[in-house]
């Protein structure tokens, strides 16, 4: 016979590495094969009833003095491990049933108590033989004794044979030690194994001795059941027959029993009537018990919520008074510093009630009492009349407030003393109003538009003030000589410009009217930011500079404008629009009109030094990079009308000099360098000194529009004398670039125009050489240009049998042009000393001019060589000694 899977090593071991962890112990593991079935009925296979390959396992676990024993399903996966499936506990188990519909008796159902449907059909699981089926069922059998202390109901199947089979078929299995140290399962030596008996008997030894003693009396062994069981029955039958006939023979006896029992149940008969009645009774006495409760019940419910009804109607009533300190400070309590600490409490507390009597606090069936609200009522009524009271308090505060700095002259500035504006006082009084702004607020955001208003009008009178006496000192104390502001005009004198006064303190004065009035107009829109309550970000960054410059220093170093943001600490960082535009157009209201103090600081600037406007403009550049944050957004527009105002006035200045270049159009015959050239060399090095931070691009601008209109007059004034154009137009731009040649170094738009009026003299000294050339030896070189037209038509051979060119011709054009050379080239140098006014240019023109006729001579020497191969003309060489000799 084959060997049993339930002595599988293998499989044992591939059951205990499937549970590892869960610190069981495999008592036993057999393979078996999976079906459906229902009980008490045969068992048909279909589709999705296929028996599928398990294998069964019993397992133990110890926890302390009790010991837990389960049944594991174990499958197959793809890779054909075996993994857990199902994980039964056989405390559960209740019923092992044997199906009837498989005649080898190899099939069998497990049923347990705990399943959630019993409706599904459990599991079927036939195995191979009926020894491996008793050999399973066995081993649950004992456990379930030994561990669980009872058996299952166990059906299809004798106990009894199940004990002799155990008898008969008891395994031996031999216990091995285990090497903990590498897993592995050694062998022990032959004379240690031990033999453990793997019997447990289904019945006791006592009862097994009656059964032998039994069996004994019918003189049968213990192996003959079948016909033991023959001879029970047989006798079983004997005795009911014995049974009957004795009680037909007991009549009388039967008789007295029916007697008997017709008495009783007369009794029993009187006895349910009274049952009943009594039953009657007890049902009304439940009846009027339940009343009862039912009563006491409502009675407990309605005083549980009467106490919770005084209860919540307490704290309502707690909500609805209003504390009589706090309704008189809000009625017609004083607004002085001493009392803002009970004005500031009474406006938490009717902030607070307000809010306590809103649906969010309050519960929304209470919202709808008479009684809150008439209470609601009242307390608007307290809070418009507070709001009423405070707004025209802070109002006319305000407008005293500043009165009283407008009516004090030692504020402002004086003749012989600057005096910088100083508001730490103004904004320590108003820091004491802050926090009632605050509630305010949060009680009627209406209410701060007019108190906005107010605080703008009354500062902004303070502000332009500060401004205008400031500006007017400044200009009455800056002491600065008048520049001229006709640099390029050629009527004026050649000197004009030479000699120019120093004017550095006009931008001085500039710089200092923005050091001292832009960051006093950054803190003030700051400061009324965060003291009127807009939600915007702070203005300048802790630590930050508000005016762009290190250097610049601030009248407000150890004045904390931003110590209100304490007031509210739910102040939210993100911006709102709304707020935003509301804020730019409070700070034009406060702001507005103190420009015009700054644009008379400039106009003045412009008419002592229109060249300041550089400076000027560099430095408010500076500024406007500096101004970053939301709050200081009109100082940014004041900025940038100051740029604007500086711009416009420096191009007024820069127009009216293109109009003197343009005049010099107009002059009479004009030779050698015309006057504005040289002056605007000395205009370019004195902007250049003037120009501060990002002034470049308006300098350069500048340049650009003088230098255009420069060249252009210079070729309308060239074109107006033909004759003498090239002239005029050699020497001025060879001026140009003389008095531009350091500037053109350092600043690339010079530098660029340097190189156009580079490309325009080179262009003008070839014209007015080749005039020269051409005055002396012209028929020389037209003899030689009607060669060159006639090579591209017929060849060299043909040309000395043309009309005009021929050998005697050559020679007659040679002996006019070359016989005096000397001559000609001393008339040529002559010419050329006499057109010139700027001396320093002739030796550079003259070695233009040899270099010019060499090069022109060499081509016709080469073109007679060609087509006059026997004519023999002066060699270059000889020409070149000539007129280095000269």
């Given amino acids: 016979m084959a060997k049993s899977s339930a002595d599988d090593a293998e499989l044992r071991r591939a059951c205990e590495a499937a549970i590892e962890g869960t610190k ?10 999976k079906s459906r079935g229902i009980w008490g009925k045969s068992g048909k296979l279909g589709k999705g009833h296929m028996a599928k390959p398990r294998v069964l396992a019993i397992s133990t676990k110890d926890k302390g003095p009790r010991t837990k024993a389960f049944l594991r399903v174990l499958k197959y996966s793809n890779g054909g491990v075996l993994e857990p499936a199902k994980l039964y506990k056989l405390k559960h188990l209740s019923k092992v049933e044997v199906a009837t519909n498989d005649p080898s008796g190899c099939t069998f159902m497990l049923g347990f108590d705990n399943l959630r449907s019993q409706s599904v059909a459990p599991p079927q699981w036939t195995m191979r033989n009926v020894d491996d089926r008793n050999r399973l069922l066995h081993c649950i059998l004992n456990i379930c004794k030994d561990v669980l202390g009872r058996l299952p109901k166990v059906v299809g199947i004798d106990v009894v044979e199940m004990a002799l089979w155990a008898k008969e078929n008891t395994p031996t299995i031999s216990k091995q030690p285990r090497d903990l140290q590498d897993g592995h399962v050694m062998n022990a030596p032959a004379d240690v194994d031990m033999k453990v008996t793997v019997e447990r008997e289904l019945v006791s030894q006592a009862e097994e001795e009656d059964m032998e003693a039994l069996l004994g009396t019918y003189v049968m062994g213990i192996g003959e059941a079948e016909a033991f069981s023959e001879r029970l029955k047989r006798e079983l039958q004997a005795l009911e027959a014995a049974n009957v ?11 007295e029993v029916l007697q008997g029992l017709e008495s009783a149940t007369n009794c029993v008969d009187d006895m349910d009537e009274w049952l009943g009645i009594f039953n009657v009774k007890l049902r009304h006495m439940r009846e009027d018990i339940e009343s009862i409760e039912t009563r006491n019940n409502k009675l407990e419910m309605q005083s549980v919520n009467n106490k919770s009804l005084i209860e919540e109607l307490e704290k309502l009533l707690k909500r609805l008074r209003i504390p009589s300190e706090y309704a008189a400070c809000l009625t017609g309590g004083s607004f002085d510093e001493a009392r803002m600490l009970q004005n500031i409490e009474a406006c938490e507390w009717l902030t607070n009630a307000l809010r306590s009597l809103e649906v969010p606090k309050l519960d929304r069936s209470y919202a709808n009492m008479r ?8 307390l608007e009524k307290l809070k418009h009349t507070f709001v009423k009271r405070a707004s025209e308090f802070l109002r006319n505060y305000f407008a005293s407030l500043v009165d009283f700095m407008i009516s004090d002259k030692s504020y402002f500035s004086q003749r012989g003393q600057l005096k910088r504006p100083d508001h730490a006082d103004l904004r320590y009084k108003c820091r004491t109003y802050a926090r009632l702004l605050q509630h305010l607020k949060s009680l009627d955001k209406n209410c701060l538009g007019p108190l906005r208003k107010a605080y703008c009008s009354s500062l902004n009178l303070l502000l332009r003030r500060e401004a205008r006496e400031f500006a007017n000192e400044l200009r009455a104390s800056t002491k600065a000589s008048r520049n001229p502001t006709v640099w390029l005009d050629g009527s004026t004198g050649s000197n004009q410009s030479a000699n120019s006064a120093d004017t550095s303190t006009v931008s001085e004065a500039y710089a200092k009217m923005l050091t001292i009035f832009i960051p006093l107009l950054v803190d003030e829109s700051s400061f009324f930011a965060h003291f009127m309550c807009f939600e915007v970000p702070a203005l300048v960054p802790q630590g930050g500079l508000a005016n762009g410059s290190k250097n610049v220093p601030n009248d407000d170093d150890n004045d904390d404008d931003l110590g209100i943001m304490d007031i509210d600490d739910n102040d939210q960082a993100d911006k709102k629009s709304a707020d935003l535009v509301a804020l730019n157009e409070s700070l034009h209201d406060l702001l507005d009109g103190i420009q015009e103090d700054f ?3 400039v106009d003045w600037a412009y008419k002592i030094d229109p060249l300041r406007c550089i400076s000027m403009h560099g430095i408010t550049e500076r500024y406007i990079s500096g101004q970053k944050a939301d709050a200081a957004g009109f100082v940014r527009i004041l900025l940038d009308d100051l740029e604007n105002r500086i711009s416009m006035q420096f191009s007024r200045f820069v127009d009216e000099a293109c109009h003197q270049i343009e005049r010099n159009e107009r002059n009479v015959r ?24 990002q002034s470049r691009d308006l300098v350069d601008q500048a340049y650009t529009k003088f230098v255009t209109i420069m060249f252009v007059t210079l070729d309308k004034i060239a074109q107006a004398d033909p004759k003498y154009a090239d002239i005029l137009l050699l020497e001025n731009y060879a001026a140009f670039q003389n008095s531009l040649y350091d500037l053109a170094n350092v600043v690339p738009t010079l530098a660029k125009f340097y190189h156009q009026a580079s490309e325009s003299y080179e262009q003008a000294c070839t014209r007015f050489i080749s005039t020269i050339i051409y005055y002396q030896f012209e028929r020389l070189f037209q003899f030689a240009r009607r060669i060159e037209d006639l ?3 017929i060849t060299p051979e043909e040309i000395p049998f043309q009309l005009g060119l021929s050998k005697v011709d050559l020679r007659k054009v040679v002996k006019s042009s070359l016989s005096g050379v000397d001559k000609s080239i001393a ?3 002559k010419k050329l000393q006499k057109n010139l006014t700027s001396e320093e240019l002739l030796p550079s023109l003259w070695d233009k001019c040899k270099k010019e006729f060499l090069d022109k001579y060499d081509s016709f020497a080469q073109l007679v060589a060609k087509i006059y191969p026997t004519e023999n003309i002066p060699a270059v060489s000889e020409m070149r000694d000539l007129l280095a000799s000269m």
């Fill in 791 to 793: 090579m591209y038509t």
């Fill in 371 to 378: 009684s809150v609200r008439e209470k609601r009522a009242e």
């Fill in 670 to 693: 004009q030779l050698g360098v015309l006057s504005y050239v040289p002056r605007f060399a000395t205009l370019a090095t004195r902007m250049e000194q003037y120009i501060q931070g």
């Fill in 827 to 829: 008339a040529m140098y």
């Fill in 599 to 601: 644009y008379a600081v």
């Fill in 245 to 255: 006939h004795a009680i037909l023979e007991s009549e009388p006896l039967v008789d």
């Fill in 24 to 33: 069981q112990q495999i008592e036993m593991s057999i393979r078996v094969a």
